[in-house]
């Protein structure tokens, strides 16, 4: 068998508030909720798990998830992200406020979760599609 990637655990003050904001954005559902994790599976199987961080943890470290949709996905979630007035930007240091980039021939943008974390929608692979 080789490698493959099963699922991660996104921190959050809320999961299902995160959980709900992820799916809706992305056009997702969530799945059956096991312990403490809302899970969201993604069409190849993997899944992210929300879970509550400890109550003790006041601030959550940051992390980036980039996700490949396509354009009719991109043109559903860049229309939620107007509905929902987020930020967002052209690139991850945040230049280009409120735009998209079109690199490699397709769009993308990023912006942020309840809980800070780095979301980027994508439509086309970094370095172009294979040839």
């Given at each position: 068998m080789s490698v493959q990637f099963n699922h991660t655990i996104v921190g959050c003050h809320d999961n299902r508030e995160t959980a709900?904001?992820?799916?809706?954005?992305?056009g997702l559902d969530i799945g059956k909720e096991a312990g403490p994790f809302i899970p969201i599976p993604l069409a190849h199987g993997a899944?992210?798990?929300f879970a509550r961080v400890p109550p003790h943890i006041s601030e959550i470290q940051p992390q980036h998830y980039a996700f490949l949709v396509s354009e009719?996905?991109?043109?559903?979630a860049y229309a939620k992200i107007q509905r929902y007035k987020l930020d967002h930007w052209a690139d991850p240091q945040q230049h280009g406020i409120n735009e998209i980039n079109h690199h490699d021939g397709?769009?993308?943008v990023y912006f942020l979760d309840p809980n800070g974390h780095f979301l980027e929608l994508i439509t086309v692979p970094y370095g172009g599609w294979p040839a």
């Amino acid at each position: 068998m080789s490698v493959q990637f099963n699922h991660t655990i996104v921190g959050c003050h809320d999961n299902r508030e995160t959980a709900e904001f992820w799916a809706d954005i992305l056009g997702l559902d969530i799945g059956k909720e096991a312990g403490p994790f809302i899970p969201i599976p993604l069409a190849h199987g993997a899944v992210f798990d929300f879970a509550r961080v400890p109550p003790h943890i006041s601030e959550i470290q940051p992390q980036h998830y980039a996700f490949l949709v396509s354009e009719a996905e991109f043109d559903a979630a860049y229309a939620k992200i107007q509905r929902y007035k987020l930020d967002h930007w052209a690139d991850p240091q945040q230049h280009g406020i409120n735009e998209i980039n079109h690199h490699d021939g397709g769009r993308g943008v990023y912006f942020l979760d309840p809980n800070g974390h780095f979301l980027e929608l994508i439509t086309v692979p970094y370095g172009g599609w294979p040839a």
